[in-house]
C-alpha cells in the first residue's frame, strides 16, 4: 500500500542539474490524468487504521516538499512551521548539559534560543568566529554541535564548511549549517561534510514572502526521525498552503537566484566607489577579504544578500531608507522584491555590526531602477 505522506513521485535523472531538478522533484508520477502538482490536503483528521491519523502526523503536501529537499540536498528532510521551528527542533539534539559551538555573527533568533537554552542551564554556549576556522575546531574539542550559518547574517560572512564539518567529525561533533541565504542550488552542506542543513524556506525558497515554513535536511535518519518527532510533539507543522507555496516557489528558484545575484554583484561593484558608502560586504567583489574561500566554497555564486555600511550618521541612513521608492524599507530576505534595512536597530545585532550597516536583499527588479533609486537617495541625504 502506498504511504499517504510519500506517494509515489516522479523519478529523477542522476545526469539532472539541480537547476533541473527544482523544477521536477516532489512531483506526481506521471499516470494518465494525474495532475502535475501535489494536492492541498486541507484536513486535520484522517479515517482510523493507517499511518497518518490526525493533522499533526503529516500531510501529503508536505512529503513532496520534503522529497524535493531531501533529493536537493543529498539528504532527508523534515518540514517545520518556520525557520526557526526547525532550528528550535534542531537544538534539541544537543544532550542535556551538552555543548554548541556557535558563530557570534548568526541570525540572533537562533543565537536567543541558544543563549535561553543555556540560560535555563539546558547546555553550554561557545562563540567563536565562523570565519575563523581554528577557532571554530578549538572550540569543538568536547562539543556535541558546531552551528554555522553560512553564508552568514547581517555580515554575509562565509564559513569553510568543508574543513569545519570534517574537524567537527573527528572531534565527534555533529555539523549543522543553515544554508538559508545559499540555499541548495549555491551550497549542499551535506556533501561538503555537514551532518544537517537548515533552511528557513521563507526566504529565497518561498521566494514571494508570502509564506513562513523552515526545513532541516538530515544525512542520517535517526536525525530526521528525531526532529520529525520533535515536530509532533511540539506542533511546529507547516501549514499545508504554506508547504505547497514553498513548493511553487522552489520551482523557480535557479532563474530568481541568477537574475537576483547578478544584479547584487552589479550594486555591490558601484557601492564600492559611491562617495555616500564606507564598506561594502559582499564575498563577490575581488576585493572582498573573503573572495577565495567564498569562490572555493561557493564556486557558483555567493547569492543576492549584501550589506554596506553608510558614510553617515544613523539619522542619514534612515532618511535614505525612508527615501527609496522602489527597495522596500523592511526586514526579511529572498523575495522577488528588493528589501533593505539598518540591522543595528535590533539590540541582537547591535553588538556584532556598525550603526549605519544596512543589509540589502536584492529581488528580480530591473538592476538600473534598483541603482538609481539607491544612488539617487543616498546622494540626497548624503550629498
Ligand atoms: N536563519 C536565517 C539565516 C534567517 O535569516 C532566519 C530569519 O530571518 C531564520 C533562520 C529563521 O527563519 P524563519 O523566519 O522562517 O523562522
Not at 31 to 59: C, F, K, Q, W
Not at 62 to 85: H, K, Q, T
Not at 223 to 234: C, E, G, K, S, V
Not at 268 to 286: Q, T
Request: a negative charge; glycine letters at 10%; aromatic letters at 4%.
Amino acid at each position: 500500500m502506498a504511504d499517504p505522506l510519500y506517494p509515489p513521485h516522479l523519478a529523477l535523472d542522476p545526469d539532472w542539474t539541480a537547476d533541473t531538478v527544482v523544477v521536477q522533484a516532489g512531483r506526481p508520477v506521471r499516470t494518465a490524468g494525474a495532475p502535475m502538482n501535489p494536492s492541498i490536503s486541507l484536513s486535520s483528521t484522517y479515517v482510523h487504521d493507517a499511518s497518518l491519523e490526525y493533522g499533526r502526523d503529516g500531510n501529503v503536501g508536505w512529503g513532496a516538499l520534503e522529497e524535493a529537499l531531501g533529493v536537493l540536498d543529498g539528504g532527508r528532510a523534515v518540514a517545520f512551521a518556520s525557520g526557526l521551528a526547525a532550528a528550535t527542533a534542531i537544538a534539541d539534539l544537543v544532550p542535556p548539559g551538552g555543548t554548541v559551538v556557535l558563530s557570534s555573527v548568526t541570525y540572533f533568533g537562533v543565537r536567543n534560543v541558544f543563549e535561553r537554552m543555556q540560560a535555563r542551564g539546558r547546555l553550554h554556549v561557545r562563540m567563536v568566529q565562523a570565519d575563523d576556522t581554528a577557532a571554530v575546531l578549538a572550540a569543538a574539542d568536547g562539543a556535541d554541535m558546531v552551528w554555522v550559518e553560512s553564508i552568514a547574517n547581517p555580515l554575509i560572512v562565509v564559513a569553510d564548511v568543508p574543513a569545519i564539518a570534517a574537524g567537527a567529525r573527528e572531534r565527534g561533533a555533529i555539523t549543522v549549517v543553515d544554508a538559508t541565504f545559499a540555499t541548495p542550488l549555491r551550497q549542499r552542506p551535506l556533501h561538503l561534510g555537514a551532518d544537517i542543513v537548515l533552511h528557513s524556506a521563507t526566504k529565497l525558497i518561498g521566494g514571494h514572502s508570502d509564506l513562513l515554513l523552515g526545513a532541516a535536511v538530515c544525512r542520517d535518519d535517526a536525525h530526521a526521525a528525531f526532529l520529525a518527532t520533535h515536530r509532533h510533539d511540539h506542533g511546529s507543522i507547516p501549514g499545508a498552503l504554506e508547504a505547497f507555496l514553498a513548493l511553487r516557489g522552489l520551482r523557480t528558484l535557479a532563474v530568481r537566484l541568477d537574475r537576483a545575484e547578478a544584479s547584487a554583484a552589479e550594486i555591490a561593484r558601484r557601492l564600492v566607489a559611491h562617495p555616500g558608502v564606507a564598506a561594502v560586504h559582499y564575498p563577490g567583489l575581488p576585493d572582498d577579504p573573503q573572495h577565495e574561500r567564498a569562490s572555493r566554497v561557493l564556486p557558483q555564486g555567493p547569492g543576492p544578500m549584501l550589506s554596506f555600511e553608510v558614510a553617515g550618521t544613523v539619522e542619514q541612513t534612515e532618511a535614505v531608507l525612508s527615501r527609496l521608492r522602489l527597495w522596500t524599507h523592511a526586514t526579511s530576505l529572498g523575495g522577488v522584491e528588493s528589501l533593505i534595512e539598518r540591522r543595528a536597530r535590533y539590540a541582537g545585532d547591535a553588538a556584532v555590526v556598525g550603526p549605519t550597516l544596512c543589509r540589502a536583499s536584492v529581488g528580480i527588479e530591473d538592476v538600473e531602477d534598483l541603482w538609481a533609486d539607491l544612488d539617487g537617495a543616498l546622494r540626497e541625504i548624503l550629498g
